[in-house]
């Protein structure tokens, strides 16, 4: 099987208003999806109709090959959208016993093998509401796990955590993917730890898919350009706007110019800048990174 889950132009509509528009979906199995793009881009959209949370304006949803009794297929997908519902009160096994005894899942030690997957063996009758964001999160992992899906959707599981937090969730779902053969399809706005994770890339901006490409493809489309700060940034843009044209882009903080073009000009863009009385305080050869490379993408500061 190619694909495990696939759309086509599957939509969202509230109204006169597009959430999701015509989103083209295709996610392969043993894979790391990241769907990216900044808060309102319809990520959270895209997920509930695949969950079957949101009933789908227009559109195919396909879930193993198939189109119909999606419910069904359903039942070998986890889905963590939003915050995961954990009881504050119960301790972190209470609140894997009720879970399973939901999913029908009444193996005691399965349930102690997920805790300590996570991380979380040692919390003893420690509640819930005491935990960590970081640590409810890994818990919320565990029960999704808990039914043994093949692929696993997560909304936004590295919002809100800090640092420390970030790292454990990440480790986690590429020991997933890697050792349990987990599909993984997570969305987030922090570009840069997705650009650590994951395989392949979806980006999305105001509802639709702009791009699709492997971490490859991406690592060959990060261009490289030069970034330059003088005493007077933006009259030093509009300077090399002249010579270079469409190859000068000013960064989301307009604080730096990007040069787009051979590092080998690097010698005559500094000639132009200086020859014009502008004194230059940055000149330095620099990679996009994933972030950088959505917001040339979408043509602005939107993460």
């Not at 692929?151 to 480790?171: A, C, F, S």
Request: proline fraction near 2%.
């Amino acid at each position: 099987m190619e694909y495990i889950i696939k759309t086509e132009n599957l939509t969202k509509r509230y109204g006169n208003q597009i959430v999701a528009d015509r989103v083209n979906l295709e996610v392969k199995k043993g894979h790391i999806y990241g769907l990216i793009g900044p808060n309102g881009a319809g990520k959270t959209t895209i997920m509930r109709m695949l969950a079957g949370l949101t009933e789908r304006t227009e559109g195919e949803i396909e879930l193993f090959g198939e189109r119909n009794n999606l419910d069904a297929y359903r039942n070998r997908i986890s889905f963590m959208i939003e915050a995961p519902y954990l009881d504050g009160g119960m301790t972190a096994e209470e609140n894997m016993t009720y879970v399973g005894l939901v999913r029908g899942v009444t193996d005691k030690k399965r349930r102690k093998e997920l805790l300590e997957f996570v991380g979380l063996s040692d919390v003893g009758k420690k509640p819930v509401d005491k935990f960590s964001l970081g640590m409810k999160q890994r818990l919320g992992i565990a029960m999704a796990l808990l039914s043994e899906p093949e692929v696993m959707v997560l909304d936004e599981p590295i919002n809100g955590l800090d640092p420390e937090g970030i790292v454990e969730i990440r480790e986690l779902l590429r020991k997933l993917c890697e050792e349990k053969g987990i599909t993984i399809l997570i969305s987030s706005h922090i570009l840069s730890e997705l650009a650590t994770l994951c395989t392949d890339f979806i980006i999305i901006n105001k509802g639709r898919i702009l791009e699709n490409l492997s971490a490859e493809e991406l690592q060959e489309k990060c261009r490289q350009y030069i970034a330059i700060q003088t005493d007077n940034t933006e009259q030093t843009a509009e300077l090399l706007k002249n010579a270079w044209g469409d190859s000068v882009r000013m960064a989301a903080s307009r604080e730096e110019i990007r040069l787009y073009v051979s590092p080998e000009e690097t010698l005559s863009v500094s000639k132009t800048i200086t020859d014009n009385g502008f004194v230059i305080t940055k000149l330095v050869t620099v990679a996009e990174d994933l972030e950088q490379y959505y917001l040339a993408k979408v043509g602005g500061n939107h993460v």
